[in-house]
């Protein structure tokens, strides 16, 4: 597509993101991520996914690296 305004399948955002297709559908699911639907299809506007994608990080430390959380158990006392 030549169109400044392009629009992605399924598939295509999946490869975009490096994701399974499934996980699309469960982002979809849980209204995490930007879509809309065509008949019975999935469509994504790539300038809402590239908004969208810009938006998934999170605050940012004094270094200017993105802040992680650790994930899983809390340490031990």
């Not at 305004?5 to 975009?16: F, K, V």
């Not at 506007?45 to 004094?62: K, T, Y």
């Amino acid at each position: 597509m030549a169109s400044s305004e392009e629009i992605l399948t399924i598939s295509e955002l999946s490869a975009h993101l490096r994701v399974h297709p499934t996980t699309i559908y469960r982002l979809l699911r849980e209204g995490r991520i930007p879509g809309f639907r065509v008949g019975s299809a999935w469509r994504f506007s790539r300038a809402a996914i590239e908004v969208w994608e810009h938006g998934q990080v999170g605050p940012i430390d004094g270094d200017g690296t993105p802040t992680r959380k650790a994930k899983g158990r809390k340490p031990r006392k």
